[in-house]
């Protein structure tokens, strides 16, 4: 079994009224690309920083790397790397001397340093950039130029703190495509983000958070084998009645069933051959229809479940 | 890794552009508006220029010690008080109108001034003439009542004349415009807070990701701060010693011949700027950019009260609130360099290092207490 790279129990972290932090317990993996997920506010960026050992909390406890974490130990600083939600560079440095700059912090021996330096240029696609200065990148290639002066240095974990925000799609599947290859290269990664579609593309395991709370831990499928709903029928039904909707909703496995601006939803929990039941149904009873698709649970339908509220709310 | 930390810092604000505006560029723009208000000042105070007059006289009753009087003030040399253009009367009397000359004297029967409007020239010219008159009315009247004491009266009388006497402590020629280039040196100097400023902002995690970036290093805090101040001292002294350097080269003003002391004076004077920037960036929570207002009002007020905008306001102060020309750095930069200027002991200047010493390590020791906390209860 993978040693703990990271290991709080029970953090308690208060702003004045405000609870951030609510008895929060984690443990992450070696190797893991850890997803924290949840909405705005919910402590994903707070929960980090105590990791950082930059904010101070009110109860609790912080391990990386089997040891607690404070600001002094350098020595575990040293294999933690971190991209933070908003570009934090200077403006005044190119991108070369950028990431020479924060890659300096932690490399002391110059040649290694260029080498790692020249590493995490090319690994960014920046190359081509190198005596760029910040303001002339563009949105995407900042973004990536903030990445590379988090993990020019090579370390073991590396924290991303929503790193695609504000990133065209090219760029987006740059950086995650760059997070899976570092992960292959032996790196634990955390990776929060409030867009369930990246945690879902690329995160091993995955922490639903809200209001402090971490509500549920799993893979992407032991998180979906949580809730009830196994699939959703939808179809486009132009007149159907009351009587039928009932009667939808009594078939096998069906436990919701929703019309709406001429839509029809059935929810139905995990079974087989739903959907031939329902388009069975709908024939008997001469029932017009359209386009029918079924979807299988989203990260958004088990947090959806679990708070009673849509993630990006 | 203090010297790359350093060598960053040194980079990063020759780099930006609002610094080295402040910095440099507004110091020799400002000294250049100096040199242009205050040089034609200069040369007026420099040269006296004689009076051009018109003299009318008449052979029959006229004064002849007047016209004895007048033809020494006239001789040509360096002790010229007046230039006779003329001694006839239709051709003065145009040339007055035409303001060609400054008055037209008639010694005929009295001794008399005509002059044309109201100047610093016709107002010799009057009280010359008062002053002869009054002196001949005297002498005269001494001269009819007891003439036994009219030579014991002359001698008191040339005795007297000067109620002043001139004490100099060295043989500096002071040029009273000179305060104000010494003011625009502690203007440059105290502008080293906002270089100050940036470095408290960029090792506060509260304040800037940037910082929360650099605190996740594995690099000693107080490693980094140190890398950064030193760096924006020594931006600062450079910025100021180019400043001295163009105040004396280019526009020629007389800063004394202590170079020496006058380049301690720039780097402590930097010292303090800088910290007064380190200090205010590091205590509170505002936002920068009210930070940089609170600095920059500060620096205008500090420069204000030692006589950037008006020469004698350090006089004014000194008279009416002396503790705060004790600890206004910006009026501790004016005196050490006025004192340089002025003495030939360094009693005075090295009281005003010593004040200025004293204040940076404060500013310092506030900083790093404020900035050394190792957790942040919010960010």
């Known amino acids: 079994m993978s040693a703990a790279v990271i290991k709080i129990e029970n953090l308690v972290k208060r702003y004045h009224e405000l609870v951030a932090l609510d008895h929060f317990n984690l443990e992450i993996k070696e190797g893991e690309i850890f997803g924290l997920l949840g909405p705005n506010g919910s402590g994903k960026t707070t929960t980090i920083n105590c990791i950082l050992a930059l904010l101070s909390f009110d109860k609790g406890n912080v391990e990386v790397f089997g040891e607690e974490m404070a600001p002094n130990k350098y020595h575990l600083k040293q294999d933690i790397g971190i991209v933070f939600q908003n570009v934090a560079v200077f403006n005044e440095l190119t991108v070369y001397e950028n990431i020479e700059y924060f890659c300096g912090l932690y490399i002391k021996n110059k040649q290694t340093r260029k080498q790692y330096v020249e590493e995490a240029m090319e690994f960014v696609g920046l190359n081509d950039f190198k005596s760029f200065y910040p303001k002339k990148l563009s949105g995407g290639l900042l973004r990536r130029l903030n990445i590379a002066c988090g993990i020019a240095h090579k370390p073991k974990l590396i924290i991303m703190d929503e790193p695609t925000v504000a990133v065209d799609p090219q760029s987006r599947n740059k950086i995650l495509e760059g997070i899976v290859e570092l992960n292959k290269k032996g790196a634990t990664i955390i990776y929060t983000s409030h867009y369930m579609e990246e945690v879902e593309q690329i995160c091993t395991r995955i922490a639903i958070m809200d209001k402090g709370k971490n509500l549920a831990i799993g893979t992407k499928e032991e998180l979906k084998m949580m809730i009830k709903t196994g699939e959703t029928i939808n179809m486009e039904v132009l007149e159907i009645e009351d009587k039928n909707l009932e009667e939808i909703k009594k078939l096998p496995h069906v436990y919701q069933v929703e019309y709406k601006e001429n839509k029809l939803h059935i929810k139905c929990s995990k079974g087989k051959h739903n959907l031939i039941r329902v388009l069975d149904y709908m024939q008997t009873n001469q029932i017009a229809f359209g386009r029918v698709y079924a979807e299988l649970p989203t990260l958004n339908d088990v947090f959806l479940e679990i708070t009673g509220k849509e993630l990006r709310d | ?379």
């Open chain 2, 1 to 379: 890794m203090f010297v790359r930390l350093f060598q960053y810092k040194v980079k990063r604000l020759f780099r930006t552009k609002d610094e080295l505006f402040w910095c440099l560029v507004f110091p020799l723009i400002l000294g250049t508006f100096f040199y242009m208000s205050f040089g034609g000042f200069q040369d007026k105070q420099e040269t006296f220029q004689a009076i051009n007059i018109g003299y009318i006289t008449t052979e029959t009753g006229k004064d002849e010690d007047f016209d004895q009087v007048l033809m020494l003030l006239s001789k040509d040399g360096k002790d010229q008080i007046v230039r006779i253009k003329t001694t006839k009367e239709e051709e003065a009397k145009k040339l007055l109108l035409d303001k060609k000359i400054a008055g037209i004297i008639y010694n005929t029967l009295e001794v008399t001034l005509t002059v044309n409007g109201e100047g610093i020239n016709e107002s010799i010219l009057n009280s010359f003439l008062n002053q002869y008159i009054q002196k001949r009315e005297t002498f005269t009247k001494i001269a009819q009542i007891s003439p036994d004491k009219l030579n014991e009266v002359l001698e008191l009388e040339f005795k007297d004349s000067s109620y002043l006497q001139e004490i100099r402590f060295t043989n500096a020629s002071i040029d009273p415009m000179t305060s104000y280039y010494y003011a625009l040196i502690a203007m440059t100097c105290l502008y080293g807070c906002f270089a100050g400023l940036s470095s408290a902002i960029d090792i506060k995690a509260n304040m800037s990701t940037l910082a929360s970036r650099r605190l996740v290093a594995p690099t000693n805090k107080m490693k980094i701060i140190l890398g950064d101040f030193f760096g924006a001292v020594f931006v600062q002294f450079i910025c100021t010693l180019i400043t001295v350097c163009y105040i004396i080269f280019v526009l020629k003003v007389d800063m004394g011949q202590k170079i020496n002391y006058l380049m301690l004076t720039a780097f402590v004077g930097s010292l303090i700027g800088v910290t007064t920037g380190l200090f205010i960036g590091s205590i509170g929570r505002q936002s920068e950019n009210v930070k940089s207002a609170i600095v920059l009002a500060g620096t205008m007020v500090e420069c204000f009260l030692s006589g950037l905008m008006v020469g004698n306001m350090k006089d004014i102060v000194e008279r009416h609130a002396p503790i705060i020309n004790r600890i206004n750095p910006a009026t501790l930069i004016v005196d050490s360099l006025y004192s340089l200027d002025i003495y030939d002991t360094y009693d005075r200047y090295m009281r005003n290092m010593i004040s200025m010493l004293i204040l940076a390590t404060i500013l310092c020791i506030g900083s790093f207490l404020a900035i050394r906390r190792e957790r942040y209860a919010s960010i």
